[in-house]
Nanobody, 125 residues
Framework: QVRLVESGGGLVQAGGSLRLSCAGS????????MGWYRQAPGNERELVAV???????NYADSVKGRFTISGDLGKVTVALQMTSLKPGDTAVYYC???????????????????WGQGTLVTVSS
């Protein structure tokens, strides 16, 4: 069973900083990407930032220049450094892992994904 455990959420004033961390465990044959998504009340879950196995990163326009994703995918860890936080960043943040599992000796595989339990980030004005 592949699992993700997140930490680092909390309450911060506008303009402040927080760092989220995520660590994975279980059988993972190879990783495609790890990332962070968020969901605010009444909204759909949206991408915040992602890092691929090749080290490429992608950010939502709303967080570019303020958030930085980093990771050691070989160790199944990813972090999100958030600065200049705004009340609009308030949401539950979820860690995501997209990985590959080999299913037979011929090398056939399945692409799978798993989500963390979520960590609440609250930014007060």
């Amino acid at each position: 069973q592949v699992r993700l455990v997140e930490s680092g959420g909390g309450l911060v004033q506008a303009g402040g900083s927080l760092r989220l961390s995520c660590a994975g465990s279980g059988r993972i044959d190879s990783i495609n990407s790890m990332g962070w998504y968020r969901q605010a009340p009444g909204n759909e879950r949206e991408l915040v930032a992602v890092i691929t196995s090749r080290g490429m990163t992608n950010y939502a326009d709303s967080v570019k220049g303020r958030f930085t994703i980093s990771g050691d995918l070989g160790k199944v860890t990813v972090a999100l450094q958030m600065t200049s936080l705004k009340p609009g960043d308030t949401a539950v943040y979820y860690c995501n892992l997209a990985y590959r599992r080999v299913v037979n000796v011929e090398g056939a595989y399945r692409d799978l994904e798993v989500w963390g339990q979520g960590t609440l980030v609250t930014v007060s004005s």
